[in-house]
């Protein structure tokens, strides 16, 4: 009778590590890196296209990872994607010319949003607007212009 209840304990235990571990991968996976804060500043751009960023995605600079896109919206006034980013605060000091470009990690893999500081002498500060901006390559636009232009001839 003991055996059976020590095996029922362990099982249990193993259980309870199988859904920590899940939890942990998940987390990993949607790119939650905190549960809290860190006081980074918010800016937010205009995009005629997004392809397939999502919320979460990284914000890099000289391919270094300086925050993350926390919303996503569509403003009816600009008929455009409103992309909001936390940049974290310890790269506050991005010029108010600065340009974001939304590009795919490798040739299928996910979008992310890339900074290229200006040389302005002012810099970005807590709800300012990214004015240059360069929306996303999406392959299946360029694969269907493609297709037109072969089938024209």
Request: glycine letters at 10%; proline letters at 3%.
């Amino acid at each position: 009778m003991k055996s059976s209840r020590a095996v029922e304990i362990m099982v249990g235990l193993f259980v309870a590590a199988s859904v920590a571990a899940l939890l942990v991968l998940a987390l990993k996976v949607s790119n939650i890196n905190s549960f809290t804060s860190d006081n980074g500043y918010s800016v937010y751009a205009y995009f005629n296209d997004i392809g397939g960023l999502k919320v979460g995605a990284p914000v890099t600079a000289a391919g270094v990872t300086v925050g993350r896109v926390t919303g996503i919206g569509y403003d009816s006034k600009n008929f455009e994607a409103k992309v909001t980013m936390e940049i974290k605060p310890q790269f506050h000091d991005f010029p108010v010319d600065s340009s974001a470009n939304i590009y795919t990690a490798g040739l299928l893999g996910e979008q992310y949003i890339s900074i290229s500081p200006g040389s302005s002498m002012k810099n970005l500060k807590n709800g300012d607007r990214i004015q240059y901006t360069q929306s996303a390559i999406v392959l299946e636009k360029i694969i269907g212009q493609l297709m037109v232009k072969l089938t024209s001839k």
